[in-house]
């Protein structure tokens, strides 16, 4: 089945560029001029992937994003400008799953749709496994296989990214990883990120998993390194 992209900016010669590389690979592609076309179109297409610019006319990005993630886990890369690392932190907060800065490279950017996709194609296949084993501590259990996330028997709502560092820290438990080491790990080989990127989503994680995010019990800080899985204790 053809993967469905969804592309969202004002400018017309972004928007050109980028719906001919990802044609090229075979997507298909629906393009958005502005927030309420790109909500509009997320509503009737339901794509696979958002690639959401920050700054456009009638609705911004970041509302956007929020209304995305309000209703579903479609994955987004956020286009932000050349050196606002304000704008990065802000999509990332919003649940972006990846950004670019402008400008970018088109092939850069196929890479990180490529990235995405396969992550979720994993997914499907194994959603289905009905024998799949429990990550459990305390209240906090962790389906590998279906990727479901409850706390207290609720289920957490989290994006893929999220979902994919929380399961790599549970399967560590006490192990200590730099944020160097997380990033390398849990980003794809061809993304070109830096640590701010593990830092809002470990925040954004602990805002969904934790008690008391600033006394967090799962996912603690190592001061001076990075982070480590403290959950062995919270049975």
């Known amino acids: 089945m053809v993967a469905t992209i969804l592309v969202a900016d004002d400018e017309r010669n ?13 997507y298909r592609v629906v393009v958005a001029d502005d927030g309420q076309e790109a909500l509009d179109l997320w509503r009737s297409e339901n794509p696979d992937v958002v690639i959401l610019d920050l700054m456009m006319p009638k609705i911004d990005g970041w509302k956007v994003c929020e209304e995305i993630r309000t209703n579903q886990d479609t994955p987004v890369i956020m286009l932000t400008a050349l050196g606002e690392e304000r704008d990065r932190i802000m999509g990332l907060t919003m649940g972006a799953d990846d950004y670019l800065v402008k400008p970018f490279s088109p092939r850069e950017l196929v890479l990180r749709v490529k990235a995405i996709l396969r992550r979720t194609n994993r997914m499907s296949r194994t959603g289905s496994d009905t024998s799949e084993d429990v990550i459990r501590f305390g209240e906090l259990e962790i389906y590998p296989a279906s990727r479901i996330v409850r706390i207290s028997g609720s289920d957490v709502e989290l994006t893929l990214k999220e979902f994919d560092l929380l399961q790599y820290l549970a399967q560590h438990p006490e192990q200590v990883f730099s944020r ?30 934790e008690d008391n995010p600033s006394q967090p019990k799962y996912i603690r800080t190592v001061w001076g390194i990075g982070y480590k899985f403290g959950g062995r204790d919270a049975t």
């Not at 972004?14 to 075979?26: A, S």
């Not at 849990?186 to 925040?203: C, E």
């Open 14 to 26: 972004i928007t050109d560029v980028c719906k001919r590389y990802l044609e090229l690979e075979g």
């Open 180 to 209: 160097n080491q997380l990033l390398n790990q849990l980003w794809d080989i061809d993304y070109f990120g830096d640590t701010t990127t593990v830092t809002v989503h470990i925040r954004r994680l602990r805002e969904k998993v």
